[in-house]
């Protein structure tokens, strides 16, 4: 390759351009691979809660609810990791308020699937509530930010004039 040649292809518009198209071919990949993961993981679901079910003596209220439920927001954080990857695809901007939605759903999902015998780890439970709040105020200053910016001007500028003297 040439020299001029290799700077041309390392100029900042091009090499930008490169690295832009790079990202939206990996973010479709991770899309495509996490749609597959997520079917696996639903019809998984969907098998083990069948088979409960049709077992007899299925103790319902004890480890295997809760194992179900935890598969059940799995499933659904991965639903919004996908949608962070299509908004990403679709704007071209990675949009903050769905990531810290993934965030608490999956410090919800924490919490909703807690072992028996966590309330005996006071770090673990403080360790949570710290990201429940710092998850929700952040939320909320992103939130409250959004709704008082203006809205985006579409059309052409518009040119001002200088008061004749």
């Keep these: 390759m040439r020299p001029q040649r290799l700077w041309r292809v390392l100029d900042d518009a091009n090499y930008l351009h490169v690295i832009d198209r790079s ?86 999902r924490k919490v909703i699937v807690l072992p028996p015998g966590a309330e005996g780890k006071p770090a673990l439970l403080a360790g949570l509530g710290v990201a429940v709040l710092a998850l929700a105020g952040a939320y909320w200053l992103v939130r409250s930010l959004t709704l008082k910016k203006p809205p985006a001007r579409t059309g052409p500028a518009i040119r001002i004039r200088a008061p004749h003297r």
């Design 23 to 108: 990202e939206q071919q990996l973010a479709k990949l991770l899309g495509l691979v996490l749609v597959v993961v997520m079917a696996a993981a639903t019809v998984q679901l969907v098998v083990e809660v069948a088979l409960a079910f049709t077992a007899e003596g299925t103790p319902w209220l004890e480890a295997k609810l809760t194992k179900v439920l935890g598969d059940l927001l799995n499933l659904l954080i991965a639903l919004e990791v996908l949608q962070n990857i299509t908004s990403y695809l679709r704007r071209h901007v990675v949009q903050i308020e769905l990531v810290l939605l993934t965030a608490m759903t999956a410090v919800a």
